[in-house]
């Protein structure tokens, strides 16, 4: 069965530095997200895209983000300057078509990040 | 604005029932279903829908009274492989690609 790739399971970081999450989304599928999850706190989402824009975002995404589509099948999540509050699983998703009304979104396994 | 989710945790033997409420202080125009093992992704489960419609693939059952904003997850029977924490999440609003997950409410069966 299909399923969305991650890597690094796991990334540990000194605050301050840039990390990249890496995502391989299913390969039919056209939409893509980012949601993380602080531990033992709720999924929270961060940003969904499509044909190589943003299509939305939350509060949390802000210019200390970013994300990209560098190649026909990696989906990258820059973190710049990381925070010590930045330390979560980090989950990508993606969906066969957008709206989140109707159709589901298949969840990664995650990379947990840590920032020291 | 979050999903509020009751109960926050539950705690059965093999065969018993559980519901999970999901109710929203804002319109809901579906739910969303996932459930998490700990350590481990959120799984789909099954989307809600306005007019009774329901998507999913496992032995769980749900409803949406849209009026109440209301959705329930029905777990009958529930087995060992049900233990995990269960999320509703509801799409922000109508045309987007965002999910509003709850706190979740977690399961755990035991034998």
């Known amino acids: 069965e299909p399923e969305v790739t991650q890597t690094p399971s796991h990334q540990v970081t000194q605050m301050g530095q840039e990390v990249i999450l890496r995502c391989v989304p299913i390969?039919?599928?056209?939409?893509f997200y980012w949601y993380r999850q602080i531990l033992g706190q709720k999924v929270e989402f961060l940003v969904s895209f499509y044909n190589n824009e943003i299509s939305e975002k939350s509060e949390i995404f802000d210019d200390q983000f970013s994300v990209e589509r560098p190649d026909g099948s990696n989906f990258t999540l820059k973190i710049r300057s990381t925070k010590l509050e930045d330390s979560a699983m980090y989950f990508c998703a993606s969906s066969e078509v957008g709206g989140s009304l109707r159709n589901e979104q298949f969840f990664g396994p995650g990379t947990r990040l840590t920032v020291l | 604005q979050q999903p509020v989710q009751s109960p926050q945790a539950v705690i059965l033997r093999e065969g018993e029932d559980a519901v999970i409420n999901c109710s929203s202080s804002k319109a809901l125009y579906s739910v969303h279903w996932y459930r998490q093992k700990h350590g481990e992704a959120p799984v789909f489960l099954m989307i809600l829908l306005k007019g009774g419609e329901q998507k999913g693939h496992e032995k769980i059952s749900a409803s949406f009274n849209e009026k109440k904003q209301q959705s329930s997850l029905y777990l009958t029977a529930s087995q060992l492989s049900y233990s995990g924490t269960y999320f509703c999440?509801?799409?922000?609003?109508?045309?987007?690609?965002?999910?509003?997950f709850g706190k979740g409410t977690t399961l755990s069966v035991s034998s």
């Open positions: 390969s039919n599928h056209l939409y």
């Open positions: 999440g509801p799409p922000k609003n109508q045309a987007g690609t965002a999910l509003i």
